[in-house]
């Protein structure tokens, strides 16, 4: 079965291939799952869709309501496949393209405003790539105070538990794949929220 738009506006649309299998998107399964439990938190969002891929966790979030998404893969190939299928969708205004690797720190939407509600990471299995992210994530102060980060991941490669800035509420695992949701630690916040700490600019 080819990756289709789960819910809302856009549901049931189909979103193009990948070309040559370079990309391993996101069930159309596991999406559902993760939206399930996210559900209240997408309307409204502003999201980030870090490891971009096809782009089909963002513009799901997009199609439920979410009112843009930043989308960043460090591959060109991956962003023009992105922005097509954004265009099928009628989603450009809502969207925004970045070539960044994530890898050398998430510099382009440092301190963005608005500050991003929701954020999903779908990086390569076990490159030892998820745990690095999540510290790029929190150093960018790019969240809102209550902002969701929802992680596929093989369960080979595990949420680092003693991690300073995030914390995981819930699990749900589907054959090999595991999407983790994670929140900020009470006291993270604490300290981005301090007077002076955070300054954001326009994205």
């Not at 998404?69 to 591959?75: E, G, K, L, P, R």
């Not at 925004?96 to 299995?125: E, G, Q, T, W």
């Not at 790029?136 to 680092?160: F, G, K, Q, T």
Request: a positive charge.
């Amino acid at each position: 079965m080819g990756i289709r738009i789960i819910g809302g506006r856009r549901k049931g649309k189909k979103l193009r291939p990948v070309p040559g299998g370079y990309i391993r998107p996101t069930s159309n399964r596991l999406r559902e799952t993760i939206f399930n439990v996210i559900a209240d938190w997408v309307p409204g969002a502003a999201a980030l869709d870090m490891f971009a891929g096809t782009g089909a966790l963002g513009i799901e979030a997009l199609s439920r309501g979410a009112r843009l998404c930043v989308f960043i893969d460090q591959d060109p190939r991956s962003l023009d496949l992105v922005r097509e299928n954004l265009r099928s969708c009628g989603f450009e205004k809502e969207a925004r393209l970045i070539r960044l690797d994530i890898a050398r720190r998430l510099s382009r939407v440092k301190n963005a405003s608005p500050a991003f509600d929701l954020v999903f990471m779908d990086p390569p299995y076990e490159r030892d790539r998820v745990n690095p992210a999540l510290t790029s994530l929190a150093e960018s102060r790019c969240l809102a105070p209550d902002a969701i980060v929802v992680v596929e991941h093989s369960p080979a490669e595990p949420i680092w538990e003693e991690s300073p800035d995030f914390e995981v509420f819930k699990s749900k695992r589907q054959g090999r794949n595991v999407a983790s949701f994670l929140r900020r630690r009470p006291e993270t916040l604490l300290e981005q929220n301090a007077p002076g700490k955070t300054q954001r600019k326009d994205f």
